[in-house]
């Protein structure tokens, strides 16, 4: 029997960010692993024009909780949705639930985040920081309380090379910056931030690091944790390979490529590709919230769950299977042929952009016109260059994350938690993994059927030799052009030509011989 899942049993626990990726997955796990938990409330907003109620069917609906449902079929009963939103103040929680969660609540993941990388900063430290402070103040009144797992991320403090498993001090206190954003109007916020986010690449990793230095100060006697996760990916084994369900990080890269949009990008190819599958870090969560409930650490501990230290996969090799697997499973309607071009020169890089991205999009935006139809491809691929771009700083890098934490964790559990609560990355297959990955995206983003192999494949051949014809024919024009402006361009041509001649006169002599 696993004792991490035991521990569950019974138990109350509140999750932020629930709706998310991996608020999603560690819901999952937690109901299949232990069916007996008493309840798991989660903090949800309205959305898109859906009830709270709806956002949960819709969850529990997805072939995600297809396996739940056959452990735990009461599954429904067991979620209890809570209205709140995290920019309110007291997160807009009515009087009843919260004093519901400040009774019940036994162990508290905090999960909710905005991680887009231009969010302003006023909305991005009023989640990422003030939200956080605010979920502390309201764990610090909640006498059942075990435990309080704060998910960060790995490149909060990717400002520096090598990041141990610690809470860095930021330069300036997260306090000063909640007040002065108070008072401060929005014109005057713009024009600080570079000075205020210094080497830090974005506001949200920013403001990730702003959120554990309050997680330090506003700990009072909680037993608290951190996790920091690296580039969260697709599942690796549960509840099966290959889920995913937004086009952060990897997935929208995966996406325009394999539709033929992205053709080239500014990375290294050596540079650590620091991918963990969402499953593993889901799985590291439940075993810290156990173990910070169970052996109360006198500090907060930092746990960092990445896959560079213990099994690296670098950006070229990960291309290169991306790449391998469209030739087997092709997306559906590509634009072009989808290929993988890494260059970390900003000059190469410029000039894939304009031969590969921008000249294509413009062409094919003057065939919408001459077709009677709206131009959008040089529209969509400006923002897909922009997108890229925020990418950029993340794959032209590298990083050293110390491990100590999570690998005593792992000597921590019995062997049976070991197996159900695996995070030991080392065993990841990078083929087998980057493979399903992509077949995931295909199956769950894009919601293509398989039985649309044949026909994808056909278009890429009919792709592929539309640019044969398309390249011939622009070095035809090429060199007819320069042939017609310079004599030495000529006197080469005329050298070819009689060459090939003779080559094959010599060549139909010399096999007549033969006979
Ligand atoms: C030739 C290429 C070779 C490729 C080889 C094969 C692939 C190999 C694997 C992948 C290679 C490299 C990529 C990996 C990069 C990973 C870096 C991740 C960095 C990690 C940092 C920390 C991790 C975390 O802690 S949190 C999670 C990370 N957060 C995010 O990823 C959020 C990033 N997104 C944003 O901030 C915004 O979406 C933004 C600013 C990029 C765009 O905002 P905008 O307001 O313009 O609009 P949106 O509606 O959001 O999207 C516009 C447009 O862009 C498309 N899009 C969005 N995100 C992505 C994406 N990640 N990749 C590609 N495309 C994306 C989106 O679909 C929209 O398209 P439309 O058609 O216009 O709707
Ligand atoms: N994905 C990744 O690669 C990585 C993620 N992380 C961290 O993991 C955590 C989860 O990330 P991930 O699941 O990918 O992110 P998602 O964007 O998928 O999920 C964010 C969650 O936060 C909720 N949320 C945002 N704003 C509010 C609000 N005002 N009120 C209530 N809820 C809100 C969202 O709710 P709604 O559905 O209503 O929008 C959603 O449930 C974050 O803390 C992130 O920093 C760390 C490293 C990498």
């Not at 949960?56 to 809570?82: G, M, W, Y």
């Not at 044969?468 to 070095?475: D, G, K, P, R, V």
């Amino acid at each position: 029997m696993s004792t991490i899942a035991a521990f569950y049993g019974g138990k109350s626990i509140l999750i932020t960010g629930a709706t998310g990726f991996l608020g999603k997955v560690l819901m999952e796990k937690l109901f299949r692993t232990s069916p007996d938990l008493k309840v798991i409330y989660i903090l949800v907003r309205p959305k898109a024009g859906q009830t709270l109620q709806q956002r949960v069917f819709q969850i529990l609906d997805s072939k995600l909780f297809e396996k739940v449902k056959e452990v735990c079929p009461n599954v429904h009963e067991k979620i209890r949705a809570i209205y709140a939103d995290l920019n309110q103040n007291d997160f807009a929680i009515s009087k009843e639930d919260m004093q519901e969660l400040l009774s019940c609540t036994n162990i508290i993941f905090h999960c909710a985040a905005t991680v887009r990388f231009d969010d302003t900063l006023r909305h991005a430290v009023q989640l990422n920081v003030t939200a956080t402070r605010q979920l502390l103040l309201m764990a610090s009144q909640m006498p059942k309380l075990e435990a309080f797992i704060h998910i960060s991320t790995a490149y909060s403090n990717c400002n520096l090379k090598h990041i141990d498993e610690v809470i860095y001090p930021c330069p300036v206190e997260p306090k000063k910056i909640i007040d002065s954003l108070e008072w401060l109007d929005d014109a005057i916020i713009d024009e600080i931030t570079p000075k205020l986010i210094r080497d830090w690449p974005n506001i949200y990793t920013y403001t990730k690091a702003l959120g554990e230095m309050v997680v330090q100060q506003e700990s009072r006697n909680l037993s608290i944790a951190i996790i920091r996760p690296s580039i969260v990916g697709a599942t690796w084994q549960e509840p099966f390979p290959g889920w995913v369900d937004n086009i952060n990080g990897p997935n929208g890269i995966i996406i325009a490529t394999g539709k033929g949009f992205l053709r080239a990008i500014k990375a290294t190819p050596m540079a650590v590709a620091d991918v963990i599958p969402v499953d593993t870090v889901v799985n590291l969560m439940l075993a810290v919230g156990w173990y910070t409930a169970v052996h109360r650490p006198k500090s907060t501990l930092v746990y960092h769950i990445t896959s560079g230290n213990m099994n690296p996969c670098n950006w070229h090799k990960m291309g290169v299977q991306v790449l391998a697997t469209f030739e087997k499973i092709p997306f559906e309607r590509p634009f072009r042929r989808p290929n993988a071009n890494f260059t970390s020169n900003s000059f190469t890089s410029q000039y894939w952009n304009a031969v590969s991205h921008r000249a294509p999009a413009i062409i094919y935006d003057c065939y919408l016109r001459l077709t009677g139809r709206k131009p959008r491809m040089t529209k969509l691929m400006n923002r897909l260059l922009r997108t890229v771009s925020m990418l950029e700083y993340f794959i032209n890098r590298s990083w050293e994350w110390s491990t100590y934490n999570t690998e005593m964790l792992m000597s921590e559990l019995s062997p049976e938690d070991q197996r159900v609560f695996n995070f030991d990355v080392r065993q990841l297959n990078w083929l087998e993994y980057i493979e399903n990955y992509v077949l995931g995206v295909k199956k769950y983003l894009l919601k293509e059927d398989m039985a649309g192999i044949p026909e994808a494949k056909q278009r890429l051949k009919r792709l592929r030799n539309i640019h044969y014809l398309f390249n011939t024919a622009l070095f035809l024009i090429a060199w007819r052009l320069l042939i017609a402006r310079s004599q030495m361009a000529r006197n080469v041509w005329f050298f070819i030509v009689s060459f090939c001649y003779k080559f094959l006169s010599y060549f139909r002599a010399s096999s007549t011989l033969k006979v």
